[in-house]
C-alpha cells in the first residue's frame, strides 16, 4: 500500500525478562492524520458540536481509534452519502474521503496511533452564518417534539416572509433550537393560493403550533430547500432562484429524533435570502424522479429494481412545468426509508449515451441531504432516466411497497434544474 512521505519507523521496545527486543512498526502519524480531521471532522465533532465526540486534538481522538477505523472504512463518517470520486459527480462542500485518505486513517490506527511530531491540538471552528439573509422565519409558538410517547416526530410549520411580490430563495440555513434533537428539515413552497390556504388550515386545525406530517407537506408544493446537521449554510448558483410567490407562505418540515425521555422545547430559525426578481437570471424548478412501481419481497438481502421515465414527463408531472428543450441539473438527492441499501440515477439519451445524475452506494436514511454539483450537469428532456434503488428485506414478512411510513419504502430523486431555453 502507498504511504505518505510522512510515514514513520516507530522503534517500540517490548522488554521480556533480561532481553529487549525492537519491534519496528512502519505506518503513518498524527502529523498525516491530522489534516484530514481537520478539515472533515472538526466542525461537527468539537464542543457544542452535533458530534457526540471530541476529535478536535491528538488525545481526544486516541481512545475512539478502532470506532473512527471502522467509520472511515465503511463509510459511515463523514456522512456524505453521494460519490464524490468524479465515477459519477463532484460535488461543492464535499465531504467524501478519498481511498488514499481511508487507508491513511485506517493505517494509522492499526500502526498504534503515532504521534509524530506535529502539535496534538487542531483549530476549532465557528459556524458559518448567513450573514446576508433578508428574513429570519419560525414558528411564533414553541413546539415541545415527542407527544404521546413518540422518539420520532416530524412537524411542518408554517411560516409567513409576507411577501407583497415574488422573491427568489438563493440561500438558506437552519438554526435549530436544540442541536441534538434536529434531525434535518425539509422546506417546502406551496404551488398557488389554493394550496397556501390548505397548509394554513392544516395548521389552524391541528393542536399546537405546527400540524403533523410526513414525506410532504399534505398539500400540492414544491421542494424548496433540504438542511441537515454538519451543513451550515446553503448557497444556490449565482444568479439561481427558487420562486416564492406573493402571499405565499413557506413550510418548514422538521424530524425530530429524541434520544432520551428528556422534555425538550423547539422553535427553529430558517433564515433565508429572498432575491428581487432583478438579481435572477434563471429560476430553478426542483422536481422528484420516482420509481414507485416496485415490489420487495421479504428475505432478500438485496432486492434491486429499476424503472425507466422520460425526463421530460417527471419534470412536467413533479415539478409543474410544462417544457421541451435542454437543461441544466445543479445538483441531486435520493430519498429512501429505513431498509434501502442503495441507489442510482442515469440520464440515457436518444442516441443511447448515458451521464450518471447521482450515485448513492451505501444509503444510510438518517443522513439524506442534498447535493450540489461543482459542474451543472446538462440533458433534455427527451432523455430517459433510469432509476435504480435496493433494499434489504431479510427482517421483513411481507412484501415492501412505496408508502408514507417508516414501515413502507420509497426510491426517489430529488432534482434541481434549470431551464436552459426558458424566456427564449
Same mark, same amino acid.
Given at each position: ?7 514513520? #519507523? ?20 498524527? /502529523? ?80 498504534? $496511533? ?16 448567513? +450573514? ?105 448558483? /449565482? ?14 418540515? $422538521?424530524?425530530?429524533? #429524541?434520544?432520551? /425521555? ?16 432583478? %438579481? ?70 436518444? %442516441?443511447? +449515451? ?38 434489504? =428485506? ?5 412484501? =415492501?411497497?412505496?408508502? /408514507?411510513? #417508516? ?18
Amino acid at each position: 500500500m502507498m504511504r505518505s512521505s510522512l510515514s514513520l #519507523l516507530a522503534v517500540l521496545v517490548a522488554c521480556q525478562g533480561d532481553k529487549a527486543e525492537p519491534i519496528v512498526v512502519d505506518g503513518p502519524t498524527w /502529523d498525516e492524520v491530522a489534516p484530514i480531521f481537520q478539515e472533515r471532522c472538526v466542525h461537527c465533532h468539537q464542543d457544542g458540536a452535533v458530534g457526540p465526540m471530541r476529535l478536535d486534538s491528538f488525545d481526544a481522538t486516541v481512545p475512539y481509534g478502532d470506532l473512527i477505523r471502522t467509520a472511515v472504512v465503511e463509510r459511515t463518517m463523514p456522512p456524505f452519502l453521494a460519490d464524490g470520486s468524479g465515477d459519477c459527480n463532484t460535488y461543492t462542500d464535499s465531504e467524501w474521503l478519498s481511498d488514499e485518505e481511508i487507508a491513511t486513517v485506517a493505517d494509522w490506527v492499526d500502526a498504534g $496511533m503515532l504521534a509524530g511530531t506535529a502539535e496534538g491540538q487542531l483549530d476549532t471552528t465557528e459556524p458559518e452564518r448567513l +450573514e446576508d439573509a433578508t428574513h429570519s422565519l419560525y414558528s411564533p409558538e414553541a413546539y415541545t417534539p415527542g407527544g404521546g410517547g413518540l422518539t420520532d416526530d416530524w412537524r411542518c410549520f408554517v411560516l409567513e416572509p409576507d411577501l407583497e411580490e415574488d422573491r427568489f430563495l438563493t440561500a438558506w440555513e437552519v438554526v435549530p433550537d436544540n442541536v441534538e434533537i434536529a434531525h434535518h428539515a425539509t422546506i417546502f413552497v406551496p404551488v398557488d393560493t389554493q394550496a397556501a390556504e390548505q397548509v394554513r388550515a392544516l395548521d389552524e386545525d391541528d393542536e399546537g403550533p405546527g400540524y403533523t406530517c410526513f414525506g410532504d407537506a399534505r398539500a400540492q408544493a414544491t421542494l424548496g430547500a433540504i438542511w441537515s446537521p454538519g451543513r451550515d449554510v446553503y448557497r444556490l448558483p /449565482d444568479g439561481v432562484g427558487i420562486r416564492v410567490g406573493a402571499g405565499i407562505p413557506m413550510v418548514m418540515q $422538521m424530524h425530530f429524533s #429524541l434520544p432520551d /425521555d428528556e422534555v425538550y422545547v423547539d422553535q427553529s430559525r430558517f433564515n433565508v435570502v429572498l432575491a428581487e426578481e432583478s %438579481d435572477i437570471d434563471k429560476e430553478l424548478h426542483p422536481f422528484v424522479l420516482m420509481n414507485d412501481q416496485f415490489e420487495a419481497p421479504p428475505g432478500e438481502e438485496n432486492y434491486e429494481h429499476t424503472l425507466e421515465v422520460n425526463l421530460g414527463d417527471q419534470l412536467k408531472m413533479f415539478g409543474n412545468v410544462d417544457y421541451e428543450g435542454e437543461i441544466e441539473l445543479v445538483g441531486a438527492g435520493t430519498h429512501m426509508h429505513l431498509i434501502g441499501t442503495s441507489s442510482n440515477a442515469t440520464a440515457v439519451s436518444p %442516441d443511447g +449515451e448515458e451521464t450518471c445524475i447521482i450515485d448513492v452506494p451505501r444509503w444510510d436514511y438518517f443522513w439524506h441531504n442534498i447535493y450540489f454539483y461543482e459542474e451543472p450537469v446538462r440533458l433534455h428532456t427527451d432523455d430517459t432516466i433510469r432509476a435504480t434503488c435496493s433494499w434489504n =428485506t431479510t427482517g421483513m414478512s411481507e412484501t =415492501t411497497i412505496w408508502g /408514507d411510513d #417508516l414501515t413502507d419504502e420509497m426510491c426517489a430523486f430529488l432534482i434541481p434544474a434549470v431551464l436552459v431555453d426558458e424566456g427564449k
